[in-house]
């Protein structure tokens, strides 16, 4: 092999290379729908608030896992106890107690969203954010995105390659330059971010009026970087 031969990154008179970018944008329907459910409680007593903080959540609870394979996930996101001092008066006098506990549920069933939102912001000292739209990380969506990046980019070089009367070779060098959902996954009811919070109630809302979420298409974005030779063009 002469040093002429020999493969180098930009190419060379008697192995032109052409690099050109290919990219993609999917529109697809959301896959899931996560929602965020803060559960809170108050009282003077640190007893008594931490026995209304446990009560509640396990309501809360007990009520996402009624509707069975509707929820992806459900997991504990953070727990607080948290004790108010008094403004006034010296020393550090405890005016009342304070509980927080997040639930994070992910649902596949957009069907079940509105109600479930509906009956949690229902429940006592009840705070419901969401939902966020989004797309399984191993959803098809990606892979197709992929794929026609990737043929874009054997398109465009091609083009080039007729565009100096001769033809692709090998490729050399594919890279993928990222991807990414080109859309904000939140949405929420009327354009906003859904925020509910209830009052109090001692029983579960199970009469509750659902709320219709219509579902944010979310846009997959590809692209890559691809290098071939193509055969030497004769330059008139």
Do not use: C
């Not at 192995?15 to 009282?43: C, F, L, Q």
């Not at 692709?168 to 993928?176: N, P, R, V, Y």
């Not at 009327?190 to 925020?195: K, P, S």
């Amino acid at each position: 092999m002469t040093e002429d031969d020999a493969p180098r990154p930009y190419g060379t008179p008697r192995t032109p290379r052409v690099t050109v970018r290919g990219e993609a944008r999917i529109e697809a329907d959301p896959e899931t729908a996560r929602i965020y459910v803060t559960v809170s409680a108050r009282g003077t007593d640190r007893r008594t608030a931490l026995d209304d903080l446990t009560r509640r959540n396990t309501q809360a609870i007990n009520l996402i896992k009624s509707y069975g394979e509707a929820i992806d996930t459900l997991e504990t996101g953070t727990l607080s106890i948290s004790p108010e001092l008094t403004r006034h008066g010296r020393g550090e006098r405890v005016r009342a107690y304070h509980g927080n506990v997040q639930l994070n549920v992910t649902l596949t069933d957009f069907t079940a969203l509105g109600e479930l939102t509906s009956r949690l912001a229902d429940q006592e000292l009840t705070r419901v954010e969401g939902p966020w739209w989004a797309l399984r990380p191993d959803s098809p969506v990606h892979a197709r995105a992929r794929r026609q990046a990737v043929r874009e980019a054997v398109q465009r070089a091609r083009e080039y390659a007729e565009a100096l009367d001769t033809e692709l070779g090998a490729l050399l060098e594919l890279a993928d330059t990222g991807t990414g959902i080109g859309r904000p996954a939140r949405a929420g009811f009327a354009g906003q971010r859904v925020a509910y919070s209830a009052a109090a109630t001692t029983e579960l809302a199970a009469d509750a009026e659902p709320i219709d979420l219509e579902p944010v298409r979310q846009t997959v974005h590809a692209q890559v970087e691809a290098s071939f030779t193509i055969d030497p063009p004769t330059l008139r």
